[in-house]
Every structure is written in structure tokens, then in C-alpha cells.
């Protein structure tokens, strides 16, 4: 655990992947009161290698994670954009030991085209080569998450299922630490869906802001009809689990 006395990040972005947390990040960075680290992804609290089965690192690990970022007395809000540390297994305690005090941003995607958007990912790096239906069956078969490796790469469907990694969050963290954002409304409300962000990390609201899709990666194809059936089949009462979870409608996710 860092000393009182040190310096400490105040806030992340912690989800989804493929969630629209580039270009929320990247509209943060246009602001005058936030430091945001010198990369996307520092990919600390998910580092198996730094922390040991409580939690705890070492201080120079800390040291190494607080020369990402450069602040001075201007910066309101100090933070960091790695959508893994919603999903990844024991980040929510190692964050809360860094810092209970700290406020955490989730964008959350339809997980329908979230999975077909991982998926799409991984094919244009190189790292999947099934057809998406065969990658969909061996995950849900199991053999997608054998190691660590695969879990990363490869948990297309387990990665939206959203309420069991916002109920790990809120077991280490108050709600109202947390918001809980959908990704669609970043553009459709930008404005007032900033403006929450913005009183939520206790910085000035911008009259004018530009918002740009970032990584946003080609797809050779759409989703087919049949793919979009397979997907609501797996997500229909993981979304309905949602809605009450959340108090929001999401019907627009379970339409083509």
C-alpha cells in the first residue's frame, strides 16, 4: 500500500472494452483540470506479476505506476484509462487497497456488439482465426479460458456479463464511487452525459467539447442474422439482470 503522504490516482476507467473508453479518455485529456496518464491502458492493477495473493505490491511498484503520470497544481483529477480492471479477476480488491477513496468510470456496450467487436479485434491482430460462431460455442464450451492468455484474448461472451463484475465493484466500493454510464449515450447526450462526468470527478463542466471516435477498426462484415440470434439466446436475462440492477431500458439492445 502507497504511503499516506504520497501521491495517489484519483479516478479510472475501468470498462468496458471495446466500450468507447478511447474516446472518453481521449476527451478527458482535453481538459485543463485532468491528468491523464502518459498512455492508454498502463495495465497495473492487472499485472499478475506485481501484486501477490493479498493484494499487495511493493512500493516501488507504485513508484513505477505514478511515473505514468505528470501533474501539477492546475489538475482537479488524476486518472487512467485500462477497461480490463472491470473484468479482470481480483483488480477490484488491489484497487481498493492503492486507494478506497478513488471514483471509478464504466462504460457498458450492448454485449451483443461488444462480443462481435472483440472478436473483430482479435481477427484483425492476428490472434483469432475461428469463424466467429465456432469462437462463441468453444467459449462457451470452456476452451477459450484455459490460462490467462486465452481470458484476455478470447472472453468474447464473458465479458458481458456486466452485473457480476459491477456487483464485485460494489463490494469493495460505495456506489455512489462508481459511475455507471451506457456507452451509447457518449454520443447520442454527449453534452449532458460529459457534463455527468464531469460532476462526478469534481472538475469544471466545458461549454464546448470535441468528441471523436478513437480505434474505431474496420470490420470485413456485419453480424449476421444468425449470429445476432446466438448472441441474444446467451445475453436476453443477463440484460433483463441489468435493467434491474441498473433501473435503465435496454430493449434497444435486444433489437437487430
Aim: net charge positive; hydrophobic share 35%; with cysteine.
Amino acid at each position: 500500500m502507497p504511503s499516506k503522504n504520497t501521491f495517489r490516482v484519483t479516478f479510472l476507467i475501468a470498462g468496458t472494452q471495446k466500450g468507447g473508453t478511447t474516446s472518453l479518455d481521449h476527451l478527458l485529456r482535453q481538459h485543463p483540470e485532468v491528468c491523464m496518464a502518459r498512455q492508454k491502458e498502463v495495465h497495473f492493477f492487472d499485472n499478475e506479476t506485481l501484486f501477490d495473493s493479498n493484494g499487495e505490491c511493493e512500493a516501488d511498484a507504485y513508484s513505477q505506476y505514478h511515473s505514468f503520470f505528470q501533474h501539477d497544481e492546475r489538475h482537479k483529477a488524476v486518472g487512467e484509462s485500462t477497461p480490463i480492471y472491470m473484468y479482470w479477476p481480483n483488480t477490484q480488491k488491489r484497487i481498493y487497497q492503492y486507494n478506497k477513496d478513488i471514483k471509478i468510470i464504466i462504460l457498458l456496450r450492448n454485449p451483443i456488439t461488444r462480443a462481435f467487436s472483440h472478436w473483430n479485434m482479435e481477427c484483425l491482430r492476428k490472434k483469432e482465426h475461428r469463424t466467429f460462431t465456432h469462437a462463441i460455442h468453444a467459449e462457451l464450451q470452456g476452451k477459450n479460458i484455459g490460462d490467462h492468455t486465452m481470458l484476455r484474448h478470447f472472453s468474447y461472451c464473458d465479458r458481458g456479463f456486466y452485473s457480476k463484475q459491477i456487483d464485485r465493484l460494489w463490494s469493495f466500493f460505495p456506489r455512489q464511487q462508481i459511475l455507471i454510464l451506457k456507452s451509447e449515450w457518449l454520443w447520442t447526450s454527449s453534452q449532458e452525459t460529459f457534463q455527468k462526468i464531469c460532476e462526478f470527478l469534481d472538475i469544471s463542466p466545458i461549454a464546448k467539447l470535441t468528441l471523436t471516435r478513437q480505434h474505431s477498426l474496420p470490420y470485413e462484415r456485419g453480424m449476421t442474422k444468425r449470429e445476432q440470434f446466438l448472441l441474444k439466446k446467451i445475453f436476453q436475462s443477463e440484460i433483463r439482470t441489468l435493467e434491474q440492477k441498473l433501473g435503465w431500458d435496454c430493449a434497444d439492445w435486444l433489437t437487430d
